[in-house]
């Protein structure tokens, strides 16, 4: 099934459709919230820019500005990374199941929190742990996976795609065995793998920002030559495309950047995966559009996801990953019957 | 002078050898194609001169520069690939697909420039693709999209091209007009054509030279007229074949022992 090319026009508005969703995402990340009245924080910026006066103390103002603010920033970062990383890994994989988990990062990232998680106490002594190994085990799943499916000359892309099943059956194994071994961390463990971002803070945006802006540009200039990929690995090679240069770049910066996120927020699915099909309902199949809507758009997405995961059920939080999925696949859903769809 | 030179050529693939030490030296402007039954290395050959297989033994020359020494961008400026089951993405517009033949031109990180716009629209005129440019590609017939993916190789400006079975599944006035098409190529731009084709006739009315492959290895090589009579011909396909002389063309007929 095909669907006719989507014009400029139609284009140029559904981008500023989602950017105008992103606004209003960020703003309402910033003003909703339990504690803290909409229009008190609305007002407080309208303030800011000297229009009225703000009617914040400054312990509302500090709740807005060391909570929500961070927090809003780091899901703009990780909806933005995670959608990217998916459209990339779709791209360079021909294969619309791709997600940035593909390749063994959520495996890799998981055995790494979970050995922190089950040490804290004792051999290891802060929380900060958790973090820093998880981002070592995202990214050393991937360096096997790479060396194993990837490395040789004529490797295609499916026995990358097996070798990174591979690596994650076996990491998540030995996840699942270290969990077991120690059941009075299971809830923390299970915590950090259905996501959050309660932790953000504004130390945790700057360890993170400068991995996910420079991988999201990587990706998002990548573009052109993912669309010339779609054609296959001997055309597009016999088109010009250093294909297995431009498919080393393009993973390692998705799983960078992927695997940063991971670090900081841990396990959030679905925006990988679904927010790039969206997109590509609604611009067509090219990836020079495809991936900066998807910055936008997963940026936004998750923002608002993380906004009725705490705001649905205050005080408590409802899980980040299971409101993903709430909120993602209706909406995939009206979409996808509104219109036929198109390959990857 | 020679366009494209094959020298001692052999291509290996894991234990297998599809082609062995084979030498060809095609001259510029002129069409060989490469005959041969199924599994004779045909396709294996000329991916060969597309630099696409690498040679475990011999080398491919092309203006006197080897493929296997060009780099990817530099290969795609000097031969162009028109494959047997080319991919076509859907949703991508004729337009878009045609000036994938830019890209070594323009480069992965630019848009294509006001010349390589100008070349894509006049491949396209001159295939008569105007009125698809902003068709989704993939809703094009069997010869349109046939054309289209020739188009792509022509917007890479090359002066060898090579073609692996590029009449597949077109029915016979598609498969005589995209021939015709190419040999105008041939005649008006001094193109060098190589190509492979199982239609022994077709193949004899287009191309200057035959080159029939047999378990990876030239069993004979000459002008049509006489590959398509050769006792050769006969003993690579093991059947009985007869060349009818239809108002000065020849035609291969199979007949039934």
């Keep these: 099934m095909t669907t006719n090319p989507p014009t400029r026009r139609r284009v140029a508005i559904i981008t500023a459709c989602t950017v105008a969703g992103l606004v209003v995402a960020a703003v309402g990340g910033l003003a909703i919230g339990p504690t803290i009245g909409t229009w008190h924080v609305v007002g407080a910026a309208l303030a800011h820019l000297g229009l009225g006066h703000s009617t914040l103390t400054p312990l ?87 060396l194993i499916g990837g490395r040789r000359l004529r490797s295609s892309t499916a026995t990358l795609i097996l070798a990174g099943v591979a690596v994650s059956s076996l990491l998540t194994s030995a996840q699942t065995f270290l969990q077991q071994q120690s059941t ?25 920002l400068p991995y996910v802006a420079v991988c999201v540009a990587i990706c998002v200039v990548a573009g052109r030559a993912l669309d010339v990929m779609s054609v296959g690995e001997d055309e597009s090679r016999s088109l010009g495309v250093p294909v297995r240069r431009v498919r080393f770049v393009v993973i390692a910066a998705s799983s960078l950047g992927t695997a940063a996120i991971v670090s900081a927020v841990g396990l959030i699915g679905f925006v990988g995966i679904i927010v790039p099909h969206i997109v590509r309902l609604l611009v067509g199949t090219s990836y020079r559009r495809i991936l900066p809507i998807s910055v936008l758009f997963g940026a936004g997405f998750l923002v608002l996801a993380d906004t009725i995961a705490r705001t649905v059920l205050a005080p408590s939080e409802l899980p980040l990953g299971v409101v993903t999925a709430l909120v993602g696949a209706p909406v995939f859903v009206v979409i996808l019957s509104l219109r036929r769809p198109v390959a990857v | ?55 475990s033994h011999g080398s491919v020359t092309i203006g006197r520069k080897s493929v296997s020494s060009m780099s990817e961008r530099e290969r795609a400026r000097t031969v162009s690939l028109v494959p047997q089951h080319p991919v076509v993405p859907e949703g991508m517009t004729v337009y878009d697909y045609v000036a994938l033949g830019r890209t070594a031109y323009h480069g992965l990180f630019r848009p294509p420039s006001a010349h390589d716009r100008s070349v894509i629209d006049g491949v396209l005129e001159r295939l008569s693709l105007g009125e698809f440019r902003d068709r989704d ?17 022509f917007a890479q400006s090359t ?84 060349v009818v002389d239809v108002d000065g063309s020849d035609v291969v007929v199979p007949v039934r022992k």
């Design chain 2, 159 to 242: 002066m060898v091209i090579v073609l692996d079975e590029p009449i597949t599944g077109l029915d016979m006035r598609h498969q005589m007009e995209l021939l015709e098409l190419l040999k105008t190529e041939v005649a008006d731009c001094g193109l060098t054509v190589v190509a492979t084709l199982h239609d022994l006739t077709l193949a004899g009315q287009f191309a200057d030279r035959l080159v029939l492959l047999d378990h990876g290895n030239v069993a004979i090589d000459g002008p049509a007229s006489d590959v398509v009579r050769s006792d050769e011909l006969v003993a690579s396909y093991g059947m009985h074949l007869r």
């Design chain 1, 60 to 146: 509302q103002w500090t709740i807005v500005w060391q909570l929500r603010a961070p927090r809003m920033v780091l899901g703009l970062l990780a909806g933005a990374m995670l959608a990217v990383a998916g459209a990339t890994y779709q791209g360079v994989f021909r294969n619309p199941l791709a997600d940035p988990y593909l390749l063994g990062v959520a495996a890799g990232a998981g055995l790494g929190a979970t050995f922190a998680i089950v040490n804290v106490g004792q051999s290891l002594t802060t929380p900060t742990w958790t973090p820093l190994l998880a981002f070592v085990g995202a990214m050393g799943a991937v360096t096997v996976t790479w």
């Design chain 2, 1 to 55: 002078m020679s366009q494209v030179v094959v020298h001692e050529l052999s291509v290996r693939i894991g234990k297998k050898e599809l082609v062995s030490s084979i030498s060809l030296e095609i001259a510029a402007g002129t069409w060989c194609t490469i005959i041969g039954p199924n599994g004779a290395g045909k396709t294996t050959l000329v991916e060969a001169v597309a630099g696409l297989r690498a040679p």
């Design chain 1, 184 to 208: 009075g961390s299971i809830a923390r463990v299970y915590i950090w793998l259905l996501g959050s971002l309660a932790s953000a803070s504004w130390s945790s945006v700057w360890l993170v």
């Design chain 2, 137 to 153: 590609g993939a809703t094009l017939s069997g010869g349109e999209r046939q054309r289209m993916v020739l188009a792509r190789a």
